[in-house]
């Protein structure tokens, strides 16, 4: 494709237009990935998210729109949901090797991004057998098997308990830092979106808004999606430091007022 | 016991099933694990329509059921992928099984009943089969063979989840025709062992067998194949000893099998 001069870009989503039987699912959807960067996908169920970024993968072609993928870009991927039916007798060990060539993959090797991704005691196990965050593990192992350029994460924690959901947003920032790849993720939990992201994209259908993350919060359409008391939390929580209160209309109330529903 | 195999036509039969056995555990594992058992059901149903239709234009039976299930698996497969789809696969499913069960059936009566004989075709006729049928049973069969053991690691991989598949580059599409091929192919095989109401069994009885003595999908496929010939060598042996139709005796000579390694796992495993 032409004009693509911007080098780190991954991939890039313009104007993505997809509707399942005549109910419009996006509008003049987009989203970017450059190298190194984790890019957030937020918004309520049923906004889309999934759905752009299936686009993005290539797993569904948009009505309208254009995706460009840099050339030869290696991409691995984390779905949703993933399960296994019990008749299929499949080791963890089993399933990571083939999601890669035979000659790639060599049993230390898988053994090393197991325990990287913190699933390393499970590399024996029926792969039905396993829980809910294991399993979460053993799919970030089979996409960074592949030694992807990009990370797609369509929801990496879900079902995963508080304390394995910070560990495990660490590991993917870990990963990013460590092989300079970009993350594009799916996620419901705000508060580590905010911490944890260089860039968030706030989907509804359409984009309501996309930028650093504490522009985001700030942004109206975003206080309008997620309601004020979410947004107030968000930006007291980034911004304890900073006194700079130029925070939009009456939604987001100084953290020293009494209005505040968002205090501890 | 073995005394059954003095007659030529038994041996023919033993060669017939056991060819038939050999390749519908791996592939009927393949079912079990896709949960297209009632696919593989819709398939043979339809094949009656085949051999009529193929009777009626004066073809080779053989070569209609083979397209008949091709046009059924065709449809299935990737007439029903929309989202937006009102009827569930499994009406979906329903209604191509008996539709073209029926549609053969009222085909068949176009037919004089010496050109088709309805029961052989319904029940199976494995002691009639002929040194002729035998050689392009064994031909299709070592050829579906070749070709699974070229495609297995993709279809596996396929299997334990498309879409995560297609990101890592395997052609799932082309590998779910392919496979839906050879599935047609078997049906037609398997039909002229256990006749087209049995055919399904003999896919997944063996293979639901297997599971509980496998822990790899390689050990599945290889056990399937070893009970479904067992299962063939028992249900002729019965048949020849007992006079029992072979094609169902042959169905529940598998089904023993299936209930034998279901109490392993109970015993095993206590629930």
Known sequence: MPGNTDTGVLVKAIDINVSYGGRSVLHKAGAEVRAGEIVNLIGPNGAGKTTLVRALLGLLEPAGGTVVRRPGLKIGYMPQRLVIDPALPLTVNRFLALGIPRHAAGLGRRRAVLEETGAGQVADSPIQDISGGEMQRVLLARALLRDPDLLVLDEPVQGVDLGGQSELYAIIRHIRDDRGCGVLMVSHDLHVVMAATDHVICLNNHICCAGHPVTVSRHPEFVALFGPTVAAELSVYHHEHDHEHDIHGSVVPLHEDGGGNHHD | ?271
């Open chain 2, 1 to 271: 016991m073995t005394d059954f195999l003095a007659d030529d036509f038994m041996v023919r039969a033993l060669l017939a099933g056991l060819a038939v056995a050999a390749i519908a555990g791996p592939l009927g594992s393949f079912v079990v694990w896709r949960r297209m058992a009632y696919f593989g059901a819709t398939l043979s149903h339809s094949a009656l329509l085949g051999i009529a239709l193929g009777l009626l234009v004066g073809a080779e039976p053989m070569l209609g059921v083979i397209v008949v299930c091709l046009v059924v698996a065709l449809i299935l497969g990737f007439g029903h992928r929309r989202r937006t789809a009102i009827l569930s696969e499994d009406t979906l499913l329903g209604i191509l099984a008996h539709g073209t069960l029926a549609m053969g059936l009222v085909a068949a009566a176009f037919l004089d009943s010496v050109r088709l004989d309805l029961t052989s075709y319904l029940f199976g006729d494995i002691l009639a089969i002929t040194t002729s049928d035998l050689v392009w049973l064994y031909g299709v069969a070592v050829t579906v063979a070749v070709i699974l053991g070229l495609i297995w690691r993709p279809l596996l991989a396929a299997t334990v989840h498309e879409e995560l598949a297609l990101v890592e580059g395997v052609p799932v599409q082309a590998l779910k025709l392919g496979y839906m091929l050879m599935l047609a192919a078997v049906v037609a095989l398997a039909m002229k062992v256990v006749g087209i109401l049995l055919v399904t069994s003999l896919l997944i009885i063996p293979a639901a067998a297997a599971r509980p003595l496998a822990r790899t999908p390689e050990q599945m496929a290889v056990l399937a194949s070893i009970c479904g010939g067992l299962s063939v060598f028992g249900g002729l042996a019965a048949s020849y000893i007992a006079d029992t139709p072979s094609g169902p005796s042959i169905v529940v000579a598998a089904l023993v099998l299936f209930i034998c390694s279901q109490s392993v796992l109970a015993i095993r495993k206590p629930r």
